[in-house]
Nanobody, 120 residues
Framework: QVQLVESGGGLVQAGGSLRPSCAASGDTPSINSMGWYRQAPGKQRELVEIIRSDGSTNYADSVKGRFTISRDNAKNTSYLQMTGLKPEDTAIYYC??????????????WGQGTQVTVSS
């Protein structure tokens, strides 16, 4: 199993930047992808960005050009660089790891979430 700990959320004014991180521990060799998701008030959880073991990425249209995901495999950590923050980015941000076992069964682990609040 894997444990995930997010840090680096906070309160920022519109146009500002944040770079939350997600540190993984446990069965880290099994990690395939690392991702960030968010859930805004009154909204469903949505994908923000993911990065796979081969370095490929995917991200939501709403954050293209503003957010960038990266990973440091030596530290088992992912980062979400957020720039040009908007009030509509306000949400709880959750990090995630995706795993596949020898029977090709897929598993996900989640962090506890970190609050990002963007003021007008």
């Amino acid at each position: 199993q894997v444990q995930l700990v997010e840090s680096g959320g906070g309160l920022v004014q519109a146009g500002g930047s944040l770079r939350p991180s997600c540190a993984a521990s446990g069965d880290t060799p099994s990690i395939n992808s690392m991702g960030w998701y968010r859930q805004a008030p009154g909204k469903q959880r949505e994908l923000v960005e993911i990065i796979r073991s081969d370095g490929s990425t995917n991200y939501a249209d709403s954050v293209k050009g503003r957010f960038t995901i990266s990973r440091d495999n030596a530290k088992n950590t992912s980062y979400l660089q957020m720039t040009g923050l908007k009030p509509e980015d306000t949400a709880i941000y959750y990090c995630n790891t995706q795993h596949v076992d020898y029977l090709r069964r897929w598993y996900d682990y989640w962090g506890q979430g970190t609050q990002v609040t963007v003021s007008s």
